[in-house]
């Protein structure tokens, strides 16, 4: 049994705003291993990011645990870095000492120059070395959200929390801030997990993709298993044999079947222990259990 | 003239209207062989009985001082700020820094109240609900009402002022902090709190920094009222200050020194907001 090995686990997650109404989300249950790049996507109002303030630690279930390294998470903490929706970099600080801020607290015990070389390697990593003494207002939405990634990254968590980041930006400042997150989470064999509502974005990033049915009464009802090659590029991603076998499957749910499943689950069906589906698109075996 | 920029056209318009009024000004108190002024309203009028009953020195009718009575004034007042001749005789720059001490400690004692409470507040909804009716009912007494109490138990009329002051000033500062500190943007506390910052880091580098516009702004609205009443308080408590001199000046019927004194008031109000318009400037953060 691998259930206590792996590095992220969520039982039974639900969450309800008053008692009396139906829960956003209910009987949420997954693992993550070390190393993953799990993309969440549902639609709006499914609580996809009450999931990700939960794993940060920023809100709490209403029932139901999640454990990391087989510790329950209670709070925030430094272990888990979390990229906001909004870059939420503080105006009044420059880029540095923005992610400074957080290297600071990471490393209270580093000297000033230590944590500068730090901050200046992940900026640099982001490729933002020229916009160190900027203020975050003269930075364009993409080198915003880098920095907001290079802040996250600059404490070295264990685990990536990523609350739709690219969500604001242009397709093609887009395509240039996923390749650089591709290549610094191979480079560190980071753990991620991922809001997104980009399909193509899923399928470039992320190793498996969970699929979120509507809310209320939300639940993760499938785990999507990425088939594309690890090597998958940009480029030429729509170009792989996989490709459209995914990317079908995945548009299929959004647009047909994550309402249907949201009737069945409101009319009361069991979600306590309930299991996700984990399909495999585009292979033979198109269903295991 | 199209060359010319908004503001420096500005300017030019600011310094005709300037001129006009004093030319307007001029019209108005040339002497005259009649003893009504041009423009008779019932209290210059009154003005006009008293002057020309009492002071004989002036051969002047009107009451009211010539555009060369006042340029003589602000001469003789401008040219020996610091002299002393006594209780009563002070030179302007003397009353003018009697007057700035005691804003600036009673303001000083404000703020070292109003910014940890107002901090307070903002921080905790359960402080805010009990400290709110309080404030409420305080905040819109005048506060030249509490001079009497001030005055009996304090017994001082100079600390009476300075007390005075600090009511005033401590109200716009406190709400102020609390709004800035309660309105601090979650996803940066959100960030502090993901980062495991501790409190005091938290609030002095994260909360402080995120209201001070918010605070300054405040700070800058008790400066304003605080300069107001200060004018009031030492027409009652008397001895020293601008507000002293200008009622003093008034007992005198020095009218071109009243003038003198309420011309000096504006001015020094002014560089006092705009000094406070730096400091939020300093403050501000593009978003």
């Known amino acids: 049994m691998q259930i206590n090995k792996s590095f992220l686990k969520v039982q039974n997650l639900s969450k309800s705003y008053n008692s009396n109404s139906a829960p956003v989300f209910e009987g949420i249950n997954f693992e993550i291993q070390k190393g993953e790049f799990i993309c969440i996507i549902g639609h709006s109002g499914c609580g996809k990011t009450t999931i990700l303030n939960v794993l940060a630690g920023l809100e709490k279930a209403t029932s139901g645990y999640a454990f990391m390294m087989e510790r329950e998470i209670n709070g925030p903490g430094l272990e888990r870095g979390v990229v906001f929706q909004g870059h939420a970099l503080m105006p009044w600080m420059t880029v540095l000492e923005n992610v400074c801020f957080a290297v600071k607290s ?28 900027k203020k975050p207002s003269e930075l364009s939405g993409g080198m915003k959200q880098r920095v907001g990634i290079a802040r996250a990254f600059a404490i070295e968590p264990q685990m990536l929390l990523l609350d739709e980041p690219f969500g604001a930006l242009d397709a093609l400042t887009r395509g240039v801030i996923q390749d650089e997150l591709l290549k610094i989470c191979k480079e560190t064999n980071q753990t991620v997990f991922m809001i997104t509502h980009d399909v193509d974005e899923a399928i470039l990033l992320s190793d498996r993709i969970m699929l979120m049915s ?73 269903t295991i259990n | 003239m199209k060359s010319l920029s908004t503001k420096t056209k500005g300017s030019l318009l600011s310094i005709f209207i300037f001129i006009f009024c004093l030319f307007l000004w001029h019209i108005a108190t040339v002497p005259k062989t009649s003893k009504a002024p041009t423009s008779a309203s019932s209290n210059s ?73 107002g901090f307070l507040i903002g921080m905790s909804p359960l402080i805010y609900q009990a400290l709110n009716p309080f404030i409420q009912i305080l905040k819109p007494i005048s506060p030249l009402a509490w001079m009497p109490i001030a005055l009996y138990t304090i017994k001082d009329s100079s600390i009476s002022a300075v007390f005075v002051i600090f009511i005033c000033s401590i109200w716009p500062m406190l709400i102020n902090t609390a709004f800035g500190v309660a309105n601090v943007r979650r996803e940066w506390l959100n960030v502090a709190k993901t980062l495991e910052v501790n409190p005091f880091r938290k609030a002095f580098l994260v909360i402080l920094p995120a209201a001070a516009p918010t605070i300054l702004t405040g700070m800058r609205i008790s400066m304003g009222i605080a300069w107001l009443v200060i004018v009031a308080a030492e027409m009652l408590v008397g001895g020293t200050g601008i507000g002293y001199f200008l009622w003093n000046e008034w007992n005198n019927l020095s009218l071109s020194s009243v003038i003198f004194a309420i011309t000096l008031i504006g001015t020094v109000g002014m560089l006092l907001d705009t000094l406070f318009g730096q400091l939020q400037k300093m403050v501000s953060y593009a978003d």
């Open chain 1, 106 to 133: 990471k490393y209270p015990d580093w000297t000033k120059a230590q944590i500068e070389e730090q901050a200046n390697k992940f900026l640099a990593l982001v490729g933002l070395s020229g916009a160190n003494k």
């Open chain 1, 214 to 286: 509507n809310g209320p009464n939300a639940k993760i009802a499938e785990i999507v298993v990425n088939t594309l090659p690890k090597n998958r590029q940009r480029a030429t991603l729509h170009h792989e044999a996989k490709y459209y076998p995914v990317r079908n499957h995945l548009v299929d749910f959004l647009v047909n079947r994550s309402k249907q499943l949201q009737a069945e689950a409101a009319q009361g069906k069991v979600l306590t222990n309930y299991e996700p589906l984990v399909v495999y698109p585009g292979l033979e075996e198109s």
């Open chain 2, 45 to 117: 009028a009154e003005y006009n009985a008293l002057m020309s009953g009492n002071s004989m020195d002036g051969g002047q009718k009107s009451g009211f001082p010539t555009l060369t009575q006042m340029g003589t004034t602000f001469y003789e007042k401008l040219s020996h700020p610091f002299y002393d001749n006594g209780p009563n005789d002070k030179g302007i720059g003397i009353q003018l820094l009697f007057s700035l001490g005691r804003v600036g400690l009673g303001f000083s004692l404000a703020m070292l109240i109003a910014l940890p409470l």
